[in-house]
């Protein structure tokens, strides 16, 4: 029984991982990097030559930002997956306690684990939308 009781701290820090994760990748894909900022600054009224010449570094640079927020999505997805097997886990671990007969302290604490982790998937979906609200911007 105390090897139960010991997962609770475990479970604890990968929720808290997990949300650190999907917080960071949101901010990230909202980043919009300075290559971006600079290629939107560009105006009509550049010699045509030099824009001409410029023109494919700055296709380039908005590929480059496109590719990191696809793949901040991606990571994002990735993390949601991730939280929604522990919620998984831990579902299953507070019924195994309970088919153990284990006592209420410990199914209390499981079923704490299980409102954690569903805050974290939460936290995680709520990213991945973002993330894919800003890679398709």
Request: net charge negative.
């Amino acid at each position: 029984m105390n090897s139960n009781t010991s997962t609770r701290p475990i479970l604890r820090h990968r929720m808290l991982a997990i949300t650190a994760l999907a917080l960071s990748i949101a901010l990230a894909a909202w980043n919009v990097s300075p290559a971006r900022a600079q290629s939107d600054g560009v105006t009509a009224d550049t010699a045509g030559a030099p824009a001409q010449a410029a023109q494919p570094a700055q296709d380039g640079a908005a590929d480059d930002a496109q590719n990191e927020k696809n793949q901040a999505s991606q990571q994002a997805h990735d993390a949601a997956d991730a939280a929604e097997q522990e919620l998984d886990s831990a579902s299953q671990a507070r019924d195994q306690l309970e088919s153990d007969g284990a006592s209420q302290d410990q199914i209390d604490a499981a079923n704490e684990a299980i409102a954690q982790a569903r805050a974290a998937k939460q936290a995680a979906d709520q990213a991945a939308q973002s993330a894919d609200d800003a890679a398709s911007k």
